[in-house]
């Protein structure tokens, strides 16, 4: 054997050797699909602090519905995705298999049903002969039909629209829809030229309560229970700075600027954006009344009910005997942060 056949040798074998480690990390990427509602831990998506908290590489794309985010996960083009709780109960009961492995916040101010100026609209009364819109399959867009039912209306009272948010605002700036049920920017944006008639808590209050939730694709989360983890401890911090030192999230805080350039708007719309939320801390989420609890949990019933309003409205066409496969605290638990 020549000089030169021994190196090449002593090559081929090294690379034989790293291949293994070469594919680990190749294969350490993972796809996160994420919407415009304002969020404390977005500020890891412009800072990078997941994809080093988790050691992974991750591709942020950024979705204008959860329908889309879940037929992209379908799909296998996402792995990881930020969701509302119709959207889920719609996917899941037509047979995806995902996990809600964190509440990223439940019924609240952050989502609200805003009319027009010059609408005719005063009050909830005024409804009928309407044209209202949301966005498809989304938490808002199943409020307003439930919320439309508990005033004894049908959408034959009630014209509503399911279109994504962008067009919302163009045709509600227009003067071809009466109102729109949404979230920021849209609800910044919709509250220039109209009021708030109705917030989702208040139709969580009337009997039809809401979630949005970071959800895995269930052979991923089998898989990567580590990565899981460790996203969800990055979100308790910043969850925590939230909840303890407001100074840092207000117009002026390097956050808010941050969650501008990920999400758009101004920093002054993503403070007061912020202040909307009704966010859950990790222990709630992860007991009972939420995420754990297996067929006892709460957030388990919500897609349950979800699913069954949906099926009379005709969205789905079947309704699972149990949604408590879709949900897991075990992120949750010993979550670093």
Not at 121 to 136: E, Q, T, Y
Not at 236 to 242: R, T
Not at 276 to 288: D, K, M, R, Y
Request: net charge neutral; no cysteine; hydrophobic share 45%.
């Amino acid at each position: 054997m020549t000089i030169r056949t021994l190196l090449a040798a002593i090559t081929l074998g090294s690379a034989s050797l790293l291949a293994p480690f070469v594919a680990q990390a190749a294969d350490k990427k993972v796809v996160v699909a994420y919407q415009t509602d304002a969020l404390p831990s977005s500020v890891a998506i412009a800072n990078g602090e997941f994809a080093k908290a988790t050691g992974y590489e991750i591709d942020f794309r950024k979705f204008n519905s959860g329908a889309e985010i879940f037929a992209a996960i379908a799909s296998g083009d996402v792995q990881v995705g930020y969701v509302g709780s119709s959207p889920f109960a719609a996917a899941t009961s037509r047979g995806l298999e995902v996990k809600a492995f964190y509440l990223s916040s439940i019924s609240g101010i952050d989502e609200a049903l805003v009319v027009r100026d010059g609408s005719g609209i005063s009050s909830l009364s005024d409804l009928k002969g309407k044209k209202l819109a949301a966005a498809p399959v989304s938490t808002d867009h199943y409020q307003l039909l439930a919320l439309i039912k508990s005033l004894g209306l049908t959408e034959k009272d009630v014209q509503v629209f399911a279109i994504p948010q962008p067009e919302i605002v163009a045709s509600y700036n227009r003067g071809d829809i009466d109102g729109g049920f949404v979230w920021d920017p849209a609800l910044t944006e919709l509250k220039k030229n109209g009021k708030v008639l109705v917030t989702s808590k208040d139709v969580a209050d009337k009997g039809a309560p809401t979630f949005s939730a970071w959800v895995a694709a269930s052979k991923f989360a089998d898989e990567n229970p580590a990565f899981l983890k460790g996203f969800a401890g990055v979100i308790n911090k910043y969850y925590a700075s939230f909840a303890a030192d407001k100074k840092a999230w207000d117009a002026d805080s390097e956050n808010t600027k941050l969650l501008a350039k990920a999400l758009g708007g101004t920093a002054e719309q993503q403070a007061a954006a912020l202040k909307n939320l009704t966010l859950l801390t990790p222990e709630a989420q992860a007991s009972e009344a939420w995420l754990g609890g297996g067929e006892k949990s709460g957030a388990a019933k919500i897609l349950k009910d979800t699913a069954a309003f949906l099926k009379d409205q005709g969205k789905v066409t079947e309704i699972l005997p149990s949604y408590a496969a879709f949900v897991t605290p075990d992120a949750l638990v010993n979550a670093s942060n």
